[in-house]
């Protein structure tokens, strides 16, 4: 969203309160924005984002609230906790240009496309859903809004990894994740192009030896995979990767070019050893093809990361130890268990409520 402003001409400040510690009020005075955005990725957010509200709200300029926390939430129950006076919903950056531009010109926020607001009996009022932008029209990503070494980690034998993304959403529908309201089933990508020039900059002047794709699926075939792989090997940029992906769509193949292009490690989620949960969360995972992935990551040399998902609505103690069995069978480099957290506005989490669970 900052790069896309920039782009259009307005200044942009970004404060990430996660990665260091920062006096709001100090940075507010010496900026003087015309508008603020706060980002919230959970339901934990909530009271930082209130606190800087409260604060900032005295200053005497509109607060805008986003993030997948108030794409899922109900706006009614987001107002009458927050200090907020409005929501952006799902991707900000078209809305943002266009707050910018309507602030500027004196127009109303209100008619904006793909936001929320309190009317005057302080019901919560949902405008009408925005188009997504148009991923390869997004300008390259200025690294010079964020301090890049602030968000560099030591892992998988890379001293300085950050996190990128060349794609957005995903196409399945799998009942339990916010896919489904956040990007509606929908696979997009960026410029190839584009991201390559952002990946000499991080290589070449900030250091970075380490890629993870935070892409929900970074490949949707078996083709992009070698075009990026491709391009990693054109660009004689020397550094590792590694990626998030589905069981059944990648081969033996795929997975030796990603090695030899720099791939080690690989994130797959599985999330369930038992069919029967499986199928309730319409995974689409063919059974017989999820060991495999892991053999061949064993063979290759590649990290694999086995995700599961215990304590689903429903879930019996057989279908748990199912899950518990498959970890154990298959030759993943780590497994983790993340305990389920109900997503509002997930297929999932509306059937546990009509379960009365």
């Known amino acids: ?24 009020e100090k940075v507010f005075d010496e900026f003087r924005p015309d508008v603020v955005g706060i980002s919230l990725s959970s339901v934990k957010h909530i ?8 604060k900032l709200h005295k200053k005497g300029v509109p607060i805008v609230w986003g993030g997948t926390f108030c794409d899922v939430c109900d706006p009614q129950i987001v107002f009458d906790g927050a200090d907020a006076d409005y929501l952006s919903f ?27 607001y309190r009317d005057d009996n302080g019901k919560a009022v949902v405008t009408a859903q925005r188009e997504f932008v148009d991923l390869t029209k997004l300008p390259l990503l200025d690294y010079t809004l964020v301090d890049v070494k602030a968000y560099s980690q030591y892992l998988y034998g890379c001293s300085n990894l950050v996190y ?5 959403g995903c196409p399945s529908k799998c009942t339990f994740c916010v896919n489904q309201v956040t990007h509606r089933c929908t696979y997009r990508r960026r410029e190839l192009e584009h991201f390559m020039k952002e990946t000499e900059i991080l290589v070449k ?22 075009e990026v ?45 038992s069919k029967e949960q499986l199928a309730i969360m319409k995974k689409g995972i063919p059974y017989e093809k999820i060991e495999p992935p892991f053999e061949l990551c064993d063979k ?8 599961f998902i215990v304590g689903l609505p429903g879930e019996t103690e057989e279908q748990l130890m199912e899950t518990v069995n498959l970890a154990n069978r298959i030759k993943a480099t780590q ?23």
Not at 237 to 266: A, D, N
Request: hydrophobic share 35%.
């Open 229 to 273: 792989c491709d391009a990693f090997e054109k660009s004689g940029l020397k550094f590792f990767w590694g990626f998030q992906t589905r069981i059944g769509i990648l081969g033996e193949e795929e997975f030796r070019r990603c090695y030899e292009c720099g791939c080690r490690w690989v994130d797959f989620g599985i999330e369930s050893g």
């Open 164 to 168: 990128v993304y060349l794609s957005k």
């Open 335 to 357: 497994c983790s268990f993340l305990q389920y957290c109900i997503s509002p506005n997930t297929v999932m989490s509306q059937k546990a409520i009509d379960d009365g669970l």
């Open 1 to 24: 969203i900052g790069s896309y402003l920039q782009e259009n001409g307005y200044e942009v400040r970004i404060c990430d309160m996660s990665v260091s510690h920062i006096n709001i």
């Open 47 to 54: 009271e930082g984002a209130t606190e800087v509200s409260k």
């Open 90 to 116: 799902c991707e900000g950056e078209a809305t943002w240009l266009e707050i910018m531009q309507t602030l500027e010109n004196g127009g109303d926020l209100r008619k904006l496309k793909g936001i929320a």
């Open 205 to 226: 002047q900030y250091g970075v030896d380490g890629l993870y794709f935070c892409d929900e699926l970074c490949f949707k075939n078996k083709e992009q995979v070698y």
């Open 300 to 307: 290759l040399g590649i990290i694999s990361l086995a995700n």
